[in-house]
């Protein structure tokens, strides 16, 4: 970080700030200027506590140059991260191969969920999603079939060779979800629950973790580094959309993340449209979008009968919407260095 200290600060002022920084263990190069005096911090500063330099009199401001995060930052890892997902059809994330990962958002009943299942793989799929745990806004609302849900999500799987991707909601669930799921979906409500963080990074499963929808991106990479620094380097990222003042979406869809995640990262990020939007007409077009934009992975919600969904049928997608989508993007994918 650099201390750049207010015009006519004193020289006591600068001592002062250069004992602070030798006391965190740092070492210090002070730049007089005909301007202004700064303080260049030298070191691995990313875990210290800034606040304090920030309040010292004569203090303009800090500004950081390391981003907060380690292991999740290319800094650390030039090449990016390639993530197999599982299941019997070699779904990547962060390959050439985008991987696309569609499904009901929940597993309602047996014969919708292995229906949406074949007609995704048919359509060029490689990955399944469904909720059997939802975390719902309102109590009264349908909260998924649980334990049963991931049995007829297994069976999908088993049928299809679909790789599995599913949330889990809280720590007493890792067991269960993992014995059934190949992938964690961890959502946006539970971003910044680092106790959970943690329970899933002591697992060996891939995490599919979406991004807060009032998180920064550096309170994302935070997330994914929980995680990581847990144990577990399998981190998926996905941007999932973000509240805004716009009406005319549910959410607004930050494409703009991909290609910061992908200077500041070396994780792959997949884009999910569904709940980036709110709107089924307008996922088709973000797909192709997100893929344009650098994406490596696709989550989409598709149902059988959108009309008569449980949860979030205005935001899905028909089987026969992302058959068509899929031969559409094609061009998209090819155009950007890229394969469906
Ligand atoms: C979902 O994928 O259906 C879901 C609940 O996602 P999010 O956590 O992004 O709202
Ligand atoms: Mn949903």
Redesign the pocket.
Same mark, same amino acid.
């Given at each position: 970080m650099i201390v750049v200290m207010q015009q006519g600060c004193t020289q006591q002022q600068v001592d002062h700030v250069v004992r602070l920084v030798r006391e965190m263990s740092l070492a210090d190069h002070v730049i007089v200027g005909t301007e202004r005096t700064v303080v260049a911090v030298i070191g691995d500063d990313r875990f210290k506590d800034r606040s304090m330099l920030e309040s010292c009199a004569g203090v303009d401001r800090v500004v950081p140059i390391l981003a907060p995060y380690k292991i999740a930052s290319r800094q650390a890892k030039a090449e990016s991260t390639a993530i197999g997902l599982g299941g019997s059809l070699g779904c990547v994330a962060g390959g050439k191969k985008i991987a696309v990962i569609a499904g009901p *958002? @929940?597993v309602e009943d047996r014969g919708m969920l292995l229906d949406v299942a074949h007609a995704v793989k048919e359509a060029g799929a490689t990955a399944l &999603?469904g %909720?059997a745990f /939802?975390?719902r806004t309102s109590p009264y609302q349908f909260q998924g079939l649980g334990e049963r849900g991931l049995e007829i999500l297994a069976e999908a799987r088993e049928q299809t060779g679909l790789a599995l991707v599913t +949330?889990i909601m809280s720590i007493d669930q890792v067991d269960v979800v993992c014995r059934y799921a190949d992938v964690l $979906?961890i %959502?946006? &409500?539970n971003m910044h629950n680092f106790n959970l963080l943690c329970a899933v990074g002591k697992t060996d499963k891939p995490i599919l973790l /979406?991004r807060g929808w009032s998180a920064t991106l550096d309170e994302f990479l935070l997330a994914a580094e929980y995680i990581i620094n847990a144990g577990n380097g399998k981190v998926i990222l *996905?941007e999932?959309g973000i509240r805004t003042h716009e009406q005319y979406v549910r959410n607004t869809l930050a494409l703009a993340i991909v290609p910061a995640v992908k200077r500041e990262s070396h994780l792959p990020i997949v884009v #999910?449209p @569904? $709940?980036g939007t709110g709107r089924a007409y307008m996922v088709p077009a973000m797909c192709k979008a997100a893929v344009a934009a650098g994406a490596d992975g696709l989550?989409i +919600?598709v149902h059988r009968d959108p009309e008569h969904a449980m949860? #979030?049928g205005g935001q899905s997608i028909t089987c026969e919407t992302f058959a068509q989508l899929m031969q559409e993007i094609k061009a998209v994918a090819a155009a950007v260095g890229r394969e469906i």
């Open positions: *958002c @929940s &999603r %909720g /939802k975390p +949330e $979906q %959502g946006t &409500r /979406k *996905c999932r #999910d @569904s $709940q989550l +919600e949860t #979030d």
